[in-house]
Each structure stands twice: as C-alpha cells, then as structure tokens.
C-alpha cells in the first residue's frame, strides 16, 4: 500500500525532523481526515475493519496504552525499556515537537531523575539517548553534559563523546 503524502502536505512546515527521519505512513495516519486502525482498544477489544478513527483518536488510545503500562512499571524487569518506547513514540506522533500537549519535557524530567542514581542505566545507551534529548530541550545543554561526567552517566559509551564534540562545535567552542 502506498502512503498518501497528500494528507500532511500542508502541514509540512509545522513537522520538527527527527535525526532518524519520521514515518509518512504515521503521519500520513495523523493528519488524514480517517483512517482505519487495526490497533486494540485498552479493553483488549479488537477495532473492527469497519470502524473509523482518525489519527488523534488513535494517538490518544494508544497515549492511554502506555499511560497504563506505566502504571505497573516498577514490576517490570526493564522498566527504562517502557519509559524509551513510549517518549520515542511521543516523538513519532506528535510531529510538531514537545509541547504542553505531548508532555515530553516533564516526562524526560521525571525518566531522568528516578533512574539517576540506578547502577543499571549508568552506561545504557538507552539512559543517555534520553539524556541527549533533555539536552536538546535545554537552554544550557553544555551543563547537561557536565552533569552527566560528574555523575559518570554515559562514560563508557562513545555517544558521549561523540554528542559532546557535536555541540562543542555547533557552539564554536
């Protein structure tokens, strides 16, 4: 099936890039006026062929998805795995970047802060993908960056050093 680019045409201006590209099938999905989603309900309930749903409904049904993932997280094994998924699809369907709708900023903060001081996430790239992003948000991302080699977050990892070396000469320093 090929994807009808038509639907988010004009709202090409208004869609902030991802550096590894968004999907025109979701966003396509997202601004068509409807769509047929074979997704489930958050009752388990299957969507029938027939029924039609349009790209915000499904966002918001799938928002709740993970919303109720998020409230069993502490019994999970990998619970940054579940926090990662969803902020990256947060990022996939809602194309025109954080803002008080997606609740992005907020949840990085809290992600960030809950699995700071855990052994586990110290050298995950995972840990420091979220750690870039928040950087990114930031008007000072030199400080986060800093943080990140007092508390070694990400010592191990060359993405440290890579992303350091970036912004050190986007900033001319």
Known sequence: MVTDMT????????????????????LSALYAKESIIEKRYDNNTPIKESD???????????????????????EVDDPLNTYFKYINWIQENYPTGNDTETGLLSLLEHVLKKYQSDPRYLNDSRY????????????????IFKFLSVNEIGQNLS??????ALLMETQNK
């Open 7 to 26: 639907d988010f045409e004009y709202q090409k201006e208004n869609i902030i890039p991802l550096p590894q590209g968004r999907s025109a099938k979701v």
């Open 52 to 74: 039609s749903l349009t790209g915000k409904e499904l966002r918001e049904i799938q928002k709740k998805e993970f919303e109720n993932e998020l409230k069993d997280i502490d």
């Open 128 to 143: 420091l993908r979220l750690w870039f992003l928040y950087a990114h948000y930031s008007q000072e991302p030199i400080e």
């Open 159 to 164: 993405t440290y050093y890579e992303e350091y």
